[in-house]
C-alpha cells in the first residue's frame, strides 16, 4: 500500500504560519506541516536570500530528513518558492498545489501588481485584517517589499516547465492577482494530469478565508 504524501505548505509572503490553519483542519486525518521561511512565516535576517530559488532550495533540503513522498503547497509568491522545491527533488514530490500564485509577467511591474491587489483587497473580508496586521507587522514591510521584488522578477513558468509531477492550480472566484486566465496558462506548461480549479468563492486568502472549500479541492487532487 503507497503511504499517504505528507502535505508541507509555505505560508504566503508576509504571512504567518497560523494562515494555513483552516485549511489543514478542513483536511482531517491527512498528515500536513507548515514551513516557514524568511518572508514567509518568519522575519527575515541580512544574511537571507529572498529569491524563490534561494527559498526552494531549503525547502527541498528540509524534505530529506522526511521519510516517504510529499506534496507542496504554496500560498501567493510562495507558489513559486514551491515549484522551484519540486523542481530540485523531483524525486521526492508527487504533486503541487498552487493557490493563487503570482506572478503573471502580464503584472510584475510594481503599479500593476498594486493595482490587482486593490481590485481582489475589496473581495476579502474584513475579519481577517488582525491577523494581516500582526503578521505584516511581524514579517516588517521593508523586508516583505524586499522578497515580493525578488519575487516578481522570478518567472513561474519556466521552473514550472520542468516538473514531473501534475500540478493544482486553485483560485478563488474574485482573485484578480492571479486571473483565471493565468491560472489556466500556467497548467498549459505543465505535465500531464495538471488542472486548474476556481473555486466558487473567496478571492487571493482562501486558505485562510475559505479552507473548507480549498481543502475539498486538494484532496480530489491528492494521489
Do not use: K
Amino acid at each position: 500500500m503507497t503511504a499517504a504524501p505528507l502535505l508541507v505548505c509555505v505560508p504566503g509572503l508576509g504571512l504567518e504560519e497560523d494562515a494555513w490553519a483552516p485549511t489543514i483542519v478542513a483536511l482531517g486525518n491527512q498528515e500536513a506541516v507548515v514551513q516557514a521561511l524568511p518572508g514567509y512565516g518568519r522575519r527575515p535576517t541580512r544574511d537571507d536570500d529572498l529569491a524563490p530559488g534561494a527559498l526552494g532550495a531549503r525547502v527541498a533540503a528540509g524534505l530529506a530528513a522526511v521519510d516517504g513522498p510529499a506534496v507542496l503547497l504554496g500560498h501567493s509568491a510562495s507558489c513559486q518558492v514551491v515549484v522551484h522545491a519540486a523542481a530540485l527533488v523531483p524525486h521526492r514530490v508527487v504533486g503541487v498545489v498552487l493557490v493563487g500564485p503570482t506572478t503573471d509577467q502580464r503584472a510584475a511591474s510594481w503599479p500593476r501588481l498594486v493595482a490587482r491587489w486593490l481590485r481582489t483587497a475589496a473581495w476579502e473580508p474584513p475579519w481577517q485584517v488582525p491577523l494581516l496586521a500582526r503578521s505584516y507587522r511581524r514579517t516588517g514591510l521593508g523586508w516583505m517589499s524586499r522578497a515580493m521584488d525578488a519575487a516578481r522578477r522570478d518567472d513561474l513558468q519556466v521552473p514550472l516547465a520542468t516538473l514531473d509531477c501534475p500540478v493544482l492550480v486553485v483560485r478563488g472566484r474574485h482573485d484578480r492577482i492571479c486571473p483565471d486566465d493565468w491560472a489556466r496558462a500556467l497548467v498549459a506548461v505543465a505535465p500531464p494530469g495538471s488542472r486548474a480549479v476556481t473555486l466558487t468563492l473567496g478571492a487571493h486568502m482562501v486558505p485562510l478565508t475559505r479552507g473548507e472549500l480549498l481543502a475539498d479541492a486538494v484532496q480530489e487532487f491528492l494521489p
